[in-house]
């Protein structure tokens, strides 16, 4: 946003109220005397009527935003029946769905322990291409029977443009991982199933490289995009990523959009995935995504990072989380 002051203005006092407002900028002395204000990227959200209203102020210049129909979507967002942006959403299941027993069995307990989706991957793209890649189409109707089941719905990543069209009949949240966020032709193809897109973030994507990737699943015709913050790549290996607590409340309070955390991949470990949720909420999260596993020690693919049933539970409790008896197809509103 670039301001303009009239000649007669006192850039003192136009000054403080723009920070009253929560701006900061940068004075730009132009021609003939004419004074601009250049607002700084750190600043609050704000309309530029707003700014306009403030005594001094001649004009207001915007650039159009790289992202105007994410700028459109709602805060609060009906996914299925289930509501994002009001109490937090609670999706947990195992990295990989490894046979239709383990994920019926997690599937009851993820119901039980109050999540409205079950996650898990058919398609795994891993980082090895040594490492158990998933189960594919099979596992997709293991997890639909298994969520039908016990009332929940399913998220699952779509690693490829030949895939999406399985995942989007299977799944009522078509995810986008994180090694795919820039893949330009697996957005278009995820937003043209036509479905609501989970984005996860790149795990070295910049928030605006993240918005347009969410701008472009809306642009193709998704109709609402929830993004997940999964860690991104640091410095220090204790920890698988660092989950970037800022960003979430950057996204949630400045921007009003839908952000869910992921711990689990934010931190890779087991024992660090409760306190990781509680800031994740406490920063303005929608949303978790929990990885949990009946057996981690024999886990397919992340079992260190994968909670036990009981203690998805216990998290879960903790955090507020509504439990739900285990029944068939225990109804979740709409
Ligand atoms: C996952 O959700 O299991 C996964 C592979 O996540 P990410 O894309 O964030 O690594
Ligand atoms: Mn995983």
């Not at 009332?151 to 949240?173: D, I, K, M, N, Q």
């Not at 605006?208 to 790549?233: D, F, Q, T, Y």
């Not at 290996?237 to 960003?247: I, K």
């Not at 996204?251 to 994740?280: F, K, T």
Request: proline share 5%; charged share 20%.
């Amino acid at each position: 946003m670039l301001i303009t002051l009239h000649k007669s203005a006192e850039l003192a006092h136009v000054r403080s109220e723009l920070v009253a407002l929560g701006l900061w900028v940068e004075v730009l002395y132009g021609e003939a005397g004419i004074v601009h204000l250049r607002v700084l990227p750190h600043s609050r959200q704000v309309a530029a009527e707003t700014v306009l209203g403030v005594n001094g102020v001649a004009d207001v210049a915007c650039a159009r935003s790289p992202h105007p129909l994410l700028d459109e979507q709602d805060a609060s967002l009906r996914i299925a029946g289930v509501e994002f942006g009001e109490a937090p959403v609670l999706i947990a299941g195992p990295c990989a769905v490894e046979s239709p027993e383990q994920i019926a069995k997690v599937a009851a307990r993820v119901a039980r322990a109050g999540g409205s989706f079950l996650r898990g991957g058919a398609f795994k793209p891993r980082s090895s291409p040594y490492s158990f890649q998933g189960h594919g189409a099979e596992a997709l109707a293991w997890m639909r029977e298994a969520a039908d089941e016990h009332g929940l719905r399913v998220v699952t990543e779509a690693p490829s443009v030949e895939s999406v069209a399985a995942v989007a009949e299977a799944a009522e949240l078509i995810q986008i991982g994180s090694r795919n966020m820039h893949n330009q032709a697996l957005l278009a193809a995820a937003g043209s199933a036509g479905r609501p897109v989970l984005l996860k973030r790149g795990m070295a994507a910049t928030v605006e490289e993240w918005l347009a990737a969410a701008e472009a699943c809306l642009l193709h015709g998704a109709p609402s995009v929830i993004l997940c913050e999964r860690g991104v790549r640091g410095f220090d290996p204790r920890t698988r990523n660092l989950l970037d607590v800022g960003a979430i409340a950057l996204l949630s309070e400045v921007y009003g959009l839908p952000v869910i955390a992921d711990p689990s991949h934010g931190c890779g470990r087991r024992d660090l995935v409760g306190p990781l949720a509680g800031a994740a909420l406490a920063a303005g999260a929608a949303g978790l995504i929990l990885e949990t596993h009946d057996a981690a020690g024999e886990a397919l693919s992340d079992g260190p990072q994968a909670l036990s049933p009981v203690e998805l539970e216990e998290l879960a409790g903790r955090l507020g989380f509504v439990a739900r008896g285990i029944g068939p197809r225990a109804a979740l509103s709409g």
